[in-house]
């Protein structure tokens, strides 16, 4: 990956313009290059505008389930009753451009430098990452040393401490801007999620992403404000469901 060593990690936008922007200025001169965990669209009203905005930055971008979903997959088989109208609209929505540049998305994982991506999990794209049942297996494996991870909406992660202690990541409810840093020791594995840009679900409505220093060996965990009403505005306009438009304020 070229001399850079510190990577922007981007994940599930979900087509909220808003919230990509003020996670970009908020990172500004802190990376070299972006990485995207993908989940570009679905959910949010910027489908194109957001796809427009990442192509061009990100160096490397791998798909998520709804990414998929939105160019035809039967993954959207799985989705429930909001997420297949979301899904539906978006699809309606894409350019034939925009359209075309999802369906070519490459699976994870990719591996970079000194660390790998994936959407879900490394053992299926699809898969969530959402406790010790599925992620004791991955930090037992030697393949394991830091992996980068979506999909599950909620920052922070899992990891086993050089002495082999097992612990979840919970990054704190500060204020905007870095939250959390993490050092990353050669005897540890972690499991890294960056949290969601577009749609978080952790109780923190507020965009999230993170910082990946492969020379001083740290992930740094931000958040990020953005004009939340002004999304919601977008959402309604479109006529995207009020269960949707709401969720986005409780950070659920």
């Not at 971008?61 to 939105?70: E, L």
């Not at 002495?163 to 840093?181: A, C, E, W």
Request: net charge negative; glycine share 10%; proline share 7%.
């Amino acid at each position: 990956m070229g001399t850079s060593l510190r990577y922007l990690l981007l994940s599930d936008i979900h087509s909220n313009l808003e919230a990509l922007e003020s996670c970009l200025e908020l990172a500004q001169g802190q990376y070299e290059q972006v990485i995207c965990l993908g989940d570009l669209v679905g959910y949010g009203p910027d489908p194109n505008a957001v796809i427009e905005k990442i192509q061009p930055l990100a160096s490397v971008i791998i798909r998520g389930n709804h990414d998929k979903a939105c160019t035809g997959d039967p993954v959207a088989e799985e989705f429930n009753h909001l997420a297949r109208l979301a899904t539906d609209w978006t699809r309606d929505q894409l350019t034939p451009d925009h359209f075309g540049f999802l369906k070519s998305l490459p699976a994870g994982p990719v591996h970079l430098d000194g660390f790998q991506v994936v959407h879900g999990s490394p053992l299926d794209e699809d898969d969530y990452i959402l406790g010790p049942g599925q992620a004791l297996p991955l930090l037992r494996s030697p393949e394991t040393q830091v992996i980068c991870f979506g999909h599950t909406h909620h920052q922070g992660g899992f990891m086993f401490s050089p002495q082999g202690r097992y612990q979840s990541l919970h990054p704190p409810m500060k204020k905007d801007g870095l939250v959390l840093t993490l050092p990353l020791e050669d005897q540890g594995r972690y499991l890294i999620n960056p949290g969601s840009v577009g749609q978080p679900r952790d109780g923190d409505s507020r965009a999230a992403f993170a910082v990946i220093d492969t020379t001083q060996r740290t992930v740094q965990y931000f958040r990020a404000s953005y004009d939340l009403q002004r999304t919601q505005g977008k959402m309604r306009k479109a006529g995207l469901p009020d269960l949707l438009i709401e969720r986005l304020q409780h950070g659920r």
